[in-house]
Antibody, heavy 120, light 108 residues
Framework: QITLKESGPTLVKPTQTLTLTCTFS??????????VGWIRQPPGKALEWLAL???????RYSPSLKSRLTITKDTSKNQVVLTMTNMDPVDTATYYC????????????WGQGTLVTVSS | QSALTQPRSVSGSPGQSVTISCTGT?????????VSWYQQHPGKAPKLMIY???KRPSGVPDRFSGSKSGNTASLTISGLQAEDEADYYC????????FGTGTKVTVL
């Protein structure tokens, strides 16, 4: 079965760079049509899509955050890494990674999420 | 790219039906048949309930249904049950992706 798990720091300081890793199993990111995305949710607020990487290394970013985000994959390790630069307290959120339904446009499996707090 | 607009809350009694709207533009909801809906209980990860506007993943009860007209998609929950009380989010493909503002469903 498909599982995903996010890992990374729980606390970062303002202006620092956040690096999050999504480690997954049950699928390969070299299979045609597959993708992995990142979505975040500030406490008590709505979901916000951040970035997506496809099996063919095509990458998509939220227009409003594009300058701060980088998404990469390591197919051999079954991992996807998201980096976000210049962190600010408003970036405090639970960060989720999710599997993109093969050749679709929906997120059918989600990780449990990891809460990242930005504070000095 | 602005968030899709959803009502902040909807409510209904057990057994009733509720409908949640999701309004976007011709660049997202209206431009693609790629609208999905997610259910989120407090402290939990979102769960896919509807994809491709109206398709249900295996295991999702058939009292959940989706539709779309123009730039507005809708999720209908028929025969409301206590466990349906949760937050619901729509999401549309738009070259990238955009989520809705979220709707809290309360079962009275």
């Amino acid at each position: 079965q498909i599982t995903l798990k996010e890992s990374g720091p729980t606390l970062v300081k303002p202006t620092q760079t956040l690096t999050l890793t999504c480690t997954f199993s049950g699928f390969s990111l070299s299979t045609s049509g597959v993708g992995v995305g990142w979505i975040r949710q500030p406490p008590g607020k709505a979901l916000e899509w951040l970035a997506l990487i496809y099996w063919n290394d095509d990458k998509r970013y939220s227009p409003s955050l594009k300058s701060r985000l980088t998404i990469t994959k390591d197919t051999s390790k079954n991992q996807v890494v998201l980096t976000m630069t210049n962190m600010d307290p408003v970036d405090t959120a639970t960060y989720y990674c999710a599997h993109l339904h093969a050749s679709g446009a929906d997120f059918d499996y989600w990780g449990q999420g990891t809460l990242v707090t930005v504070s000095s | 790219q602005s968030a899709l607009t959803q009502p902040r809350s909807v409510s209904g009694s057990p057994g009733q039906s509720v409908t949640i709207s999701c309004t976007g533009t011709s660049s997202d909801v209206g431009g693609y048949n790629y609208v999905s809906w997610y259910q989120q209980h407090p402290g939990k990860a979102p769960k896919l309930m509807i994809y491709d506007v109206s398709k249900r993943p295996s295991g999702v009860p058939d009292r959940f249904s989706g539709s779309k007209s123009g730039n507005t998609a809708s999720l209908t929950i028929s025969g409301l049950q206590a466990e349906d009380e949760a937050d619901y989010y729509c999401c549309s493909y738009a070259g990238s992706y955009v989520f809705g503002t979220g709707t809290k469903v309360t079962v009275l």
